[in-house]
Every structure is written in structure tokens, then in C-alpha cells.
């Protein structure tokens, strides 16, 4: 049963992603804040949204989001990259363009250091932002008093602050509903079931992983020359401290994530556009080994989504059922649900950017199950699901119309899946 799925899913996103094989990286190189990837903001450039089925009504949604903007997740990204620079003054070793890298960075890096992991001022308002959309796209699941509303949170500080705000401002839009809100311990198996407790993760045996694809990839090394040749006049320090690979992927880290609370430009010509998108593929490829690779291990979410959703259906009530956690997660549940095709695993490190792109799960990322009954009497409940307020498709189903699709399908898919891990 296992093969049989998986060989479903590959199928299916065979189909669906060929057309693109091509153009990935031109895509990055049309739209720089694409090569940030998981560490870029949060893009509003969502389509104009398909609109209900005629004589259908939006009765219920259910939603998974990271965590808005932070600073960096780890100090070492900040640390690192000081204690480098301040090594290659003392050496005599920048160069011009290095000195002034490094006069920038000196007058940068202590308040985002004393913030590390924090939720930043942009964090709180990207799912204000969101929260204020979703009432204003679907009002019919927010009308009445007597919906069911549900925000639960991973147990990091970033997700129950983002809970927060996009609470505080769904009720300042939709002043009827009251929302629950809680960041358990016991939630973690569903909100980022990699960190669960140790009592949770063996309950479930969350052990199966999508084979790996050879890492043929030295797509971003051959630039190291460059970019050091650019900072340092001599680079025999950088051994006496540690090396140049944790530099370069701190020094990217970084990259990739300052404009969630930096205005300025702080690298000035450290990096050319070509070598970002160079970058960016090696990151997107380590990201699938360390996310997408662990699709599996979001079962309970799955398992989560479709029993809130079936709850609700059966009362024949409103409501909404809100899950924010991170990057970790939508990253693994993508592929797991197949969304746009993403379910393939390829053989070759040079295709997995034909499949998974971490330029999908920015910061603020969200998916969103809209859930649609008949206006009167009985009949089919229907969904579409948007990433990222978008729709998008799941080829292993087949459309009832446009975007939408039959419960019962997905439920029944779901489940297979379920059984089958």
C-alpha cells in the first residue's frame, strides 16, 4: 500500500511540474526575495480568488501557519560573522569593500543579536494582515456567535506571539467571534510533531522517511573564492578560527533574513544576483533533506486536520480551527499533501528544485482548508485549500470545478495515507 501511494504521488506530480523544469531558477532571478527562501518575509501577491460554488456558502476553515518574521533563529549567525571580521581587521586582511562590510555590520548586529529568535515588529503584523484578509474573503464563517474557534501554538515564543496577533486582529474584524486560545506541550506532536515530547514520539513511531536523493550538487562552492577574494586580502585567519563553511552559510543565513527587520543595505556588492541564485538552490537542496524528507512525521497533523474538519462538518456549525508552528512543518506537510504536484522524490540533487522550493514556506506561510455546503438542504461538502492565500491544486484528486474539491475524496485519501504510516 505504501509503494502504491507513493507511485500515485509521483505520477501526479510528473504532470503537474514538467512544465517547469526549465525555469526554476529563473524564477529566483526574476524575484531576488525568492532566493531568501524560508528566511524571506512574507510575499501579498495571492490571485484574485476563485469564487464559490454557485449555491454554496464557506462554513469552516482550517489553517496551519508559521510563525512571522524573527530575527535569526540562532546567534551563531551573528556571532560567527563578527567574530570573522573582527579577526580579518586585526590581521590587517580587508579589503575595501570588506572594511566597509565591516563598519556596516559593526553598527548592525547588537540589537538583532540581543533579539535572537524574537518576533519582529513586521512578524506581528503579517498575521494581523492575514487574519484581516481571511474575514474579509470568507465573512459567512465569521457572522455568527455561535461558531466554534479554535488557536493552538507550537511552544516557542515566535509561534504564540504570532497567535496572538492574528487573534487580536481576526477579532477586531469579526467582533462576533470568540477564539480559545492555548500553546500545550501536548499540542507539539501536532504543531511541530519533530520536537514533541519523547512519550508523544513514541506513541506514534514517527520513524519513515522518502529516500534521499546523491548529493551531486557543488553548485554554491565555486563562488567561495570570490566572495573572499572580495572581503579578505589574506584568509589564513579564517582556519585559525574555524573554518569558511560555517562563515559562508552564516554569512547567507543572514542574507536571507535581515530585511525581516532591517531596512538598510547592509551587503552592499558582498554577493552578485548570480551567486544568490546559486546559493539558493544549495540551500532549497538541504532544506528537502532536512524537511521535505520527513514528510511522514506529519501524520498527526494530518490526522488533526481531518478529525477537527469531520467534527465540524457533523455538528453542522461554523468555525475555524487555527494551528501556528513553522517552517519545519509546512515544509514536510506540502509534499505530504501533494500540493501542486510536490509530491515526487526525485533521484538527483540537481532536480529537487524542480519539486520543492523553500521560497514557498517564507515567513507568515500559511495554508488554509475552506471548507463550502450547500446554501440550502443537504449535499456534498466541498473545499479548496490556499498556500500562502493562493489556491492552489492536489493532482492525486480529481476537481469537482476550478479549485475545489470533494471532502469526501480528500478524507478518503487521507486516510489512506494515514493507514499507510
Request: aromatic fraction near 14%; charge should be negative; charged fraction near 20%.
Amino acid at each position: 500500500m505504501r509503494r502504491f501511494l507513493i507511485l500515485i504521488l509521483a505520477v501526479c506530480a510528473s504532470v503537474t511540474v514538467s512544465g517547469q523544469i526549465f525555469n526554476v531558477r529563473d524564477i529566483v532571478a526574476a524575484d531576488m526575495n525568492k532566493a531568501a527562501g524560508c528566511e524571506g518575509p512574507y510575499r501579498y501577491n495571492a490571485a484574485p480568488l476563485t469564487p464559490s460554488p454557485k449555491g454554496y456558502v464557506p462554513f469552516y476553515i482550517s489553517h496551519y501557519g508559521r510563525h512571522g518574521s524573527r530575527y535569526a533563529w540562532n546567534d551563531g549567525t551573528y556571532t560567527t560573522i563578527k567574530r570573522v571580521l573582527e579577526a580579518a581587521a586585526k590581521s590587517g586582511s580587508l579589503t575595501e569593500e570588506g572594511k566597509a562590510f565591516h563598519d556596516r555590520y559593526m553598527d548592525f548586529y547588537r540589537e538583532p543579536l540581543i533579539n535572537t529568535g524574537d518576533l519582529t515588529e513586521l512578524g506581528y503584523r503579517q498575521h494581523a494582515t492575514i487574519a484581516a484578509a481571511m474575514v474579509a474573503h470568507f465573512p459567512e464563517v465569521f457572522a455568527s456567535s455561535k461558531g466554534e474557534f479554535l488557536a493552538r501554538s507550537s511552544t516557542s515564543p515566535r509561534a504564540i506571539a504570532s497567535m496572538a496577533s492574528f487573534c487580536t486582529s481576526l477579532q477586531k474584524n469579526a467582533p462576533k467571534v470568540d477564539v480559545s486560545m492555548n500553546s500545550l506541550h501536548t499540542n507539539m506532536i501536532i504543531m511541530n510533531p519533530t520536537e514533541a515530547p519523547d512519550e508523544l514520539l513514541q506513541k506514534y513511531r514517527l520513524d519513515f522517511k522518502v529516500p534521499v536523493p546523491d548529493n551531486t550538487s557543488t553548485v554554491a562552492s565555486r563562488h567561495q573564492d570570490d566572495i573572499l577574494d572580495r572581503l579578505f586580502s589574506d584568509r589564513a585567519f579564517l582556519e585559525e578560527i574555524g573554518g569558511r563553511n560555517k562563515f559562508f552559510h552564516e554569512l547567507f543565513m543572514l542574507w536571507s533574513g535581515y530585511h525581516n527587520y532591517y531596512s538598510g543595505d547592509l551587503f552592499g556588492n558582498v554577493f552578485t544576483e548570480a551567486e544568490l541564485v546559486d546559493f539558493w538552490e544549495a540551500e532549497n537542496y538541504r532544506l528537502y533533506l532536512s524537511h521535505s524528507c520527513d514528510r511522514f512525521q506529519m501524520i498527526p497533523l494530518l490526522r488533526d486536520i481531518v478529525e477537527y474538519a469531520n467534527r465540524v462538518i457533523a455538528g453542522g456549525g461554523t468555525g475555524a480551527d487555527f494551528r501556528f508552528g513553522h517552517d519545519t512543518v509546512l515544509n514536510a506537510l506540502i509534499p505530504l499533501l501533494n500540493i501542486n504536484g510536490g509530491g515526487f522524490q526525485p533521484d538527483k540533487a540537481a532536480d529537487v528544485k524542480y519539486y520543492f522550493q523553500n521560497f514557498n514556506c517564507p515567513k507568515a506561510a500559511n495554508l488554509q482548508f475552506v471548507f463550502y455546503k450547500p446554501k440550502k438542504g443537504e449535499g456534498e461538502i466541498l473545499f479548496k485549500l490556499l498556500m500562502n492565500e493562493s489556491e492552489v491544486t492536489l493532482p492525486q484528486l480529481q476537481a469537482r470545478e476550478g479549485p475545489y474539491y470533494r471532502w469526501d475524496d480528500f478524507a478518503a485519501w487521507a486516510e489512506g495515507v494515514i493507514a499507510s504510516h
